[in-house]
């Protein structure tokens, strides 16, 4: 790998952490990092994270089978802390030796965290604000990510900027933080590790690698998009836990809307509990998403994107595509270093 001096010193913790070349983590895109484009990313020198999403254990058991089969490098799983079955899919990362489990979607439920440690695995978690990452890290989580609102699939309120601006200062120089949501270039990746980031992740840049299998009408979409196309979906019921999600807007979008209002009428109804309600948002996302990712369906399928998409304006392999993104970095660094001099 060619030398990025400045770069790798400032990724230096986020590499030995991760095990990796590079401190960039690919975000976990359900149906999309799956085992080509995360076997892909690890063999490129970055940390693949497979998107377990609503995955049985079994399908799980079987995903991470074959990315081991496509790479020797470390690797991560996404899992979501509402999951029903969480405590069975963490035993399935152990038996295979997963070493960094991502816990996202909300809190980790009692005992999750030390579960995934008790196996010798570290655990990373979002944190959306700086007392929660705190709380997180006293809970045991080796490392957070930090996720701005431009980022897509599910997101926080603030934008990754002020986060960093709010966390990064309290928390960098004694823990590992990744930051994410936006981040389509080199030039940001400097800005941020010079603030004390341990490294980032990107998932919208890698969703239109040559080793992702996105439908050719998916990545079509992308090409198409500016950042202004990816908005974030409305909350119909303050009621309903709906996370925001950013996705490019399209007739999907309206359909959510109107899932929304047909799953607030059963929790008026008393058919379903809160919990319920939450898991029926849930799977709409995991259909709506499959129909866009793998059917190619870009008129009522979810197109989740973050901002950056506009940066996104080919296909690309993957190992150009990091890169591209350290190249940037570097030059960044570089110049940055010129000028104070």
């Known amino acids: 790998m060619t030398a990025y ?7 230096a913790r986020g590499c030995e952490f991760l095990g990796t070349e590079t401190a960039i983590l690919c975000g976990a895109m359900s149906w999309v990092s799956e085992r080509n484009l995360v076997s892909a990313i690890s063999n490129a020198g970055g940390f693949g994270v497979i998107a377990c999403g609503a995955m ?5 058991d079987t995903e991470i089978a074959a990315t081991k089969a ?22 399935v990362c152990a038996k ?7 816990l996202a979607g909300g809190i980790p439920p009692k005992g999750s965290v030390e579960a995934i440690k008790a196996n010798g695995a570290k655990v990373i978690c979002f944190a959306p604000t700086l007392a929660l990452g705190k709380k997180l890290l006293r809970s045991g989580a080796d490392a957070l990510v930090i996720e701005g609102s431009e980022a897509g699939g599910h997101i926080g309120p603030v934008s990754t900027s002020v986060l960093a601006q709010e966390i990064l200062p309290s928390l960098a120089a004694d823990n590992l933080v990744f930051v994410a949501g936006g981040i389509g270039r080199g030039e940001a990746i400097a800005g941020y590790l010079e603030m004390g980031a341990a490294g980032v992740q990107l998932g919208t840049r890698f969703a239109c690698a040559s080793e992702s299998i996105a439908h050719e009408a998916f990545k079509k979409a992308f ?13 119909v019921d303050p009621r309903l836990p709906v996370i925001p999600v950013r996705a490019l807007k399209n007739k999907g979008t309206e359909e959510f809307t109107a899932k929304q209002i047909e799953v607030a009428r059963l929790l008026d109804a008393g058919e379903v509990d809160m919990g319920e309600a939450q898991l029926k948002i849930e ?3 995991a259909g709506a998403l499959r129909r866009a990712v793998i059917d190619g369906d870009v008129e009522s399928g979810s197109i989740m994107a973050g901002q950056s998409v506009g940066m996104v304006g080919k296909e690309e392999p993957v190992a150009e595509i990091i890169a591209a993104l350290m190249a940037e970095s570097e030059a960044a660094l570089t110049n940055r270093g010129a000028v104070a001099a």
């Open 5 to 11: 001096t400045k770069t790798s010193a400032l990724m």
């Open 70 to 91: 496509l790479t020797s490098k470390p690797f991560g799983v996404n899992l979501i802390t509402m999951h029903p079955m969480l405590f069975d899919l963490i035993d």
């Open 223 to 235: 090409f198409r998009a500016s950042a202004r196309d990816a908005v974030a979906s409305v909350q």
């Open 283 to 285: 799977h709409f996302w």
């Open 56 to 60: 049985t254990p079994e399908l799980l």
């Open 96 to 102: 295979h030796g997963v070493t960094h489990v991502v």
